[in-house]
């Protein structure tokens, strides 16, 4: 229970200084991720939708045009600030935030008809435990979508993938691989789809300014750069301005309770 404390008063003081940063980054603010995300909801216009672990509010303001109501829940009051930032300027009257944890979410019940995470879940202490919380808001058959960053099923690349992670975010947890959210989808009660795999490309140093790493923590990053084994530069797409990140948008259906 401590090393959880310590990991969200981290993710608190992280993104706490940084949240004006997310609200104009162009990798969260666009990508070919978010269109799919909203299609693959097959909305018909009067959901309830949670977007657990916010962020800026750009995955939220996404889905609000198409729905009834959007709940924007992050643990960082900084970020939710940002996201009242974003609904105001594009007239998002159904947009509404929450200040709260994915592990103990603050709605009753069957609550809820859609829940999505984007590029959030990497920050989880415990992920099992919010995959059961979003069964448990959800309406019968509902549905969980996550778009994020996959691990690699290889040990080298996944090491390296993770380390690297780290020295750019402390509060950064794991990159879970593809069998292991699918394992925890299957233990929470969702039935998983394999909607959209992509890859991200994140130009070294606005990645690093986005997060303010420090300048012996880019040093780091640099250094694994130059020692990667080939397996490796080939798996992180490794270059001059920076790397490639695989992803994927993944589906989960609520089983019936």
């Not at 299609?39 to 916010?54: I, S």
Request: glycine share 6%.
């Amino acid at each position: 229970m401590a090393k959880d404390s310590s990991l969200k008063d981290a993710v608190q003081e992280q993104f706490g200084r940084v949240a004006a940063k997310y609200l104009t980054s162009t990798v969260h603010a666009q990508g070919e991720d978010l269109p799919v995300m909203v299609e693959a909801a097959n909305l018909k216009g009067d959901e309830r939708v949670l977007d657990a672990g916010c962020g800026a509010g750009h995955t939220a303001a996404s889905f609000a045009p198409h729905v009834g109501e959007v709940v924007a829940l992050d643990f960082t009051a900084t970020m939710l600030n940002q996201v009242e930032v974003l609904a105001e300027y594009r007239g998002l009257t159904n947009l509404s935030t929450r200040l709260g944890d994915v592990e103990k979410l603050p709605f009753a019940d069957s609550s809820f008809d859609l829940v999505v995470s984007r590029y959030s879940a990497h920050h989880w202490a415990r992920p099992d435990k919010a995959l059961h919380e979003f069964h448990r808001v959800l309406r019968a058959g509902g549905q969980f979508i996550l778009s994020d960053v996959l691990g690699f099923g290889d040990p080298v690349c996944d090491t390296y993938l993770n380390a690297i992670e780290v020295l750019r975010d402390p509060s950064h947890v794991r990159d879970y691989t593809l069998e292991e959210w699918s394992n925890r989808f299957a233990a929470a009660g969702f039935n998983l789809e394999v909607v959209f795999p992509y890859r991200i490309f994140l130009h070294f140093e606005e990645w690093t300014e986005r997060m303010e790493t420090p300048e012996v923590n880019r040093a780091a990053i640099r250094a694994l750069y130059s020692a990667s084994p080939e397996e490796v530069r080939e798996a992180l797409q490794i270059d001059e301005r920076g790397h490639s990140f695989q992803c994927a948008v993944l589906l989960g259906t609520a089983s019936q309770r």
